[in-house]
């Protein structure tokens, strides 16, 4: 797509420079931690060493005795106010701090207000908490067994560790292809806790103003509306009701799903605050972010797939165990418990599929974040494609040829899934195609051959996934019953400058850059006259926040929507300024002119000025618009990635030689970001198939809980990305854009496993779970009899 505008008016399609960048660059973004406030009180907390204790004794006398510490605060004391436990996005309860019994390591047992930080530090290091242990449940399998010990006693009627049941499609039917199928595949996939470990840990600075009885939160949010919905209602029996309460998001060092959960440390700053009537600073450290944050992924699947000889699939069947820890804390639309798992059809034709997930409580920190998916999407891929490339091996098919059999054609969108979903547009067999020539597949497959005659372990690897995003139409999403639109309020000044808030929130995205070319794109103001705002609830509209890659979709949309209604408007005053009818008028970016005399026009900024000082009579005076945009539909970008792996016999070590990632989101913005955002996103693929785990052992406690021991790639690690792109619009949304920020974390962990997997299948091997590390790997070459 040629971009419709010129350079100097850098609407879509253009490579604008990131507006936000010189802040970041030159250290001058603001960050939750550099906000200091005069009178500011610091917040530590004690954290359990135990995976499931009853508490006997909390001792705070010694604490209590160090210069600067000033209270520490219970379980017992926020009781008094009922604001010990606090509800999780799912509906189900939290507790802030614990009165009986603690239910996992590292889980947050009293807090310590100080003067200073690391008095609070001090200060926690010196309380003394006796504890009970109890019999600890760490594995979900053993916790749904009968006898096992039930965790949330808190409950008055659970007699198990069981959450809910979810299944979806349809279950006949796909016992009936299962028995009528000519060639069946089956096997278990672990896709094991991993966390965000985001640059900027969590926090926030709570502040109350007694006189004015109103309550400023900083906070690390991706969506500080809701937040700020959940603290009236989790607070509004003491007076904290909704317009009395500000949350303001600053910059944020990257989310990646892990700050949309309400952190127990945020509600005991704010509760601190109001106390004291003092501002509280509560900022973890990244031990405690890794330990005690929201996980993702932990989900045990056993998934089947039916084919014919010919190998045309005909039914898919998968059933999950999910470990959601202490707590179902996951950012799911309500009633999706499982996300959107069922997008597990992936991009292939299934007649029929059926898909069951269990939820189980474990002795584990709450989990089950949508960390760099929509909500379990990359789950599903992985699944998917995984499957895909057993049955093509099983059936002895190469799995392109398998893939490109097995596809939803383009002549069949909008596409019904079996699961339900419709698809709104795409082209898979083109983007791995296109792959497939700019790696050079078939000279690959020779290479291959050659090599294994020779004893050498070289594998290729394709994902072809399909992502679904744009959370949501407000038929199917909600949170906590909220509808899942999102917002933007456009305000162009006399002199056609433009303010614009929206209801997201960028953790790094670019939206300023984005946005603001969205509204270049529909107004032809240029880029550099847009100030773009966000994460201010006293300013912006309200709006659901930035995870799920719903920023272009919903708060994009919402953008451009606006901009829409203020060209509408602009569109009857050119006819007023220019004494013409308003069909008569032709709209190029930038200007109305008369049709066939061009040189009769009024630009835009010219308009903007007249909406102020020279409209029509009756028409109300001023020139913006708000947009509160409800989706039609989801949208689903889509893209084939193909990985090359040689893998070291001695050592087992899996070196990424070629990565190829052909990448569709409909219409680009902004090519630039986009790029990054692919890069961005294939390193943190690469990171869950060879390097990262959040592991316990029986107690309960973590391995994996410092940098030192939880591997993130580096640039060192991180292989040559090469990136292409085929473009195919979504019907759906009004610039035909998909979104994209998540795609690439979705694709390549399978593309990976795959190549890990095509390297060991004629020595025997199926199925490696991720992290695919040099142990793991060398255990099998020994097993196989390859390496000593």
């Known amino acids: 797509m040629s971009p419709r505008t010129p350079p100097?008016?850098?609407?879509?399609?253009?490579?604008?420079?990131?507006?936000?960048?010189?802040?970041?660059?030159?250290?001058?973004?603001?960050?939750?931690?550099?906000?200091?406030?005069?009178?500011?009180?610091?917040?530590?907390?004690?954290?359990?060493?135990?995976?499931?204790?009853?508490?006997?004794?909390?001792?705070?006398?010694?604490?209590?005795?160090?210069?600067?510490?000033?209270?520490?605060?219970?379980?017992?004391?926020?009781?008094?106010?009922?604001?010990?436990?606090?509800?999780?996005?799912?509906?189900?309860?939290?507790?802030?701090?614990?009165?009986?019994?603690?239910?996992?390591?590292?889980?947050?047992?009293?807090?310590v207000l100080a003067t200073e930080?690391?008095?609070?530090?001090?200060?926690?290091?010196?309380?003394?908490?006796?504890?009970?242990?109890?019999?600890?449940?760490?594995?979900?399998?053993?916790?749904l067994a009968p006898g096992a010990t039930v965790l949330r006693t808190d409950k008055k009627d659970k007699k198990d560790n069981h959450i809910w049941h979810w299944e979806w499609g349809d279950r006949a039917a796909t016992d009936r292809a299962f028995q009528d199928a000519q060639i069946t595949v089956e096997q278990d996939i672990y896709i094991p806790r991993i966390h965000v470990a985001s640059i900027e840990t969590c926090g926030c600075i709570a502040q109350y103003d007694k006189v004015m009885g109103k309550l400023t939160v900083w906070m690390t949010t991706q969506a500080p509306h809701a937040i700020r919905t959940v603290f009236a209602l989790v607070a509004g029996h003491v007076g904290l009701a909704e317009h009395k309460i500000r949350i303001i998001s600053p910059d944020i060092g990257g989310g990646f799903g892990g700050k949309v959960p309400v952190y127990p440390g945020y509600v005991i700053a704010v509760a601190a605050s109001v106390l004291t009537g003092k501002p509280v600073k509560w900022m973890e450290d990244r031990m405690e972010n890794l330990q005690a944050d929201s996980f993702a992924r932990d989900y045990h699947i056993t998934a089947q797939l039916a084919a014919k000889k010919d190998g045309t699939l005909t039914a898919l069947r998968i059933k999950t165990i999910a470990d959601h820890g202490y707590a179902d804390a996951a950012a799911n639309p309500s009633k999706f418990p499982a996300g959107l798992f069922h997008i597990c059809t992936g991009s292939y034709d299934f007649q029929a599929a059926h898909v069951e997930v269990d939820g189980v409580y474990t002795n584990k920190p709450p989990g089950g974040i949508a960390y760099r998916c929509s909500f379990r999407v990359t789950e599903a891929v992985h699944t998917i494609e995984r499957m895909a490339d057993l049955m093509a091996h099983q059936l002895g098919m190469d799995p392109a040829e398998f893939r490109l059999k097995n596809f939803i054609k383009p002549d069949q969108f909008p596409y019904k899934s079996a699961l339900g979903w419709e698809y709104d547009s795409g082209n898979y067999a083109g983007a791995l195609h296109k792959a497939m020539d700019k790696i050079g597949y078939a000279d690959l497959r020779r290479e291959q051959a050659e090599k294994r005659k020779q004893g050498e372990l070289m594998g290729i690897g394709i994902s072809s996934f399909t992502e679904i995003v744009g959370a949501g139409p407000s038929k199917d999403f909600d949170i906590l019953g909220i509808k899942m639109f999102d917002s933007a309020e456009i305000r162009i000044h006399p002199t056609g400058k433009v303010i614009a808030r929206f209801g997201t929130r960028s953790q790094g995205q670019g939206h300023e850059t984005t946005y603001a070319q969205i509204i270049a794109e529909e107004l032809g103001i240029p880029v550099a006259d847009i100030q773009v705002e966000e994460g201010d609830t006293d300013t912006a509209p309200y709006g659901l926040g930035t995870y799920a890659s719903r920023s272009t979709p919903v708060g994009g949309a919402a953008g451009a929507m606006a901009a829409r209604k203020i060209r509408d408007k602009a569109r009857k005053i050119a006819a007023y300024l220019l004494e013409a009818a308003e069909d008569d008028l032709v709209w190029e970016p930038g200007k109305f002119s008369v049709k066939g005399a061009p040189s009769r026009s009024k630009t835009i900024q010219e308009i903007a000025f007249a909406a102020y000082t020279n409209h029509p009579k009756g028409m109300e005076a001023g020139f913006e618009a708000v947009s509160y945009y409800d989706p039609p539909n989801l949208t689903y970008p889509f893209g084939s990635y193909i990985c090359v792996v040689d893998i070291d016999k001695g050592t087992g070590e899996v070196k990424v030689r070629r990565f190829v990632a052909v990448d569709d989101c409909g219409n680009i913005i902004n090519p630039m970001i986009v790029e990054g955002q692919i890069h961005g996103g294939l390193t943190m693929g690469l990171a869950p198939a060879l390097f990262e785990e959040i592991s316990y052992d029986e107690q309960g406690n973590i391995q994996g809980?410092?940098?030192?021991?939880?591997?993130?790639?580096?640039?060192?690690?991180?292989?040559?990305?090469?990136?292409?792109?085929?473009?195919?619009?979504?019907?759906?949304?009004?610039?035909?854009?998909?979104?994209?920020?998540?795609?690439?974390?979705?694709?390549?962990?399978?593309?990976?496993?795959?190549?890990?997997?095509d390297a060991l299948w004629h020595l025997g091997v199926r199925h490696v779970d991720i992290p695919i590390t040099p142990d793991k790997v060398w255990k099998l070459l020994r097993e196989k009899g390859v390496t000593e």
Do not use: C
Not at 134 to 143: F, H, Q, R, S, Y
């Open 8 to 111: 100097e008016i850098g609407g879509m399609g253009h490579s604008v420079k990131r507006k936000e960048d010189p802040r970041f660059i030159r250290g001058k973004g603001t960050y939750v931690d550099d906000i200091q406030l005069p009178g500011m009180l610091y917040l530590d907390i004690v954290r359990s060493p135990y995976a499931h204790a009853n508490i006997k004794k909390i001792d705070a006398t010694k604490a209590l005795a160090i210069p600067g510490v000033l209270a520490v605060i219970t379980g017992q004391d926020l009781a008094k106010y009922n604001l010990h436990w606090m509800p999780t996005l799912m509906s189900d309860t939290q507790m802030v701090l614990p009165v009986e019994k603690v239910m996992y390591v590292a889980q947050e047992v009293a807090a």
């Open 117 to 143: 930080r690391y008095i609070a530090a001090d200060g926690a290091a010196a309380v003394e908490v006796d504890y009970e242990p109890l019999p600890v449940v760490v594995d979900p399998k053993k916790a």
């Open 705 to 757: 809980g410092s940098f030192i021991d939880y591997l993130v790639p580096t640039a060192v690690e991180t292989p040559k990305w090469e990136t292409d792109k085929t473009t195919t619009p979504s019907p759906h949304h009004p610039l035909g854009a998909k979104g994209v920020g998540e795609s690439a974390t979705v694709g390549a962990p399978a593309a990976i496993a795959n190549a890990v997997v």
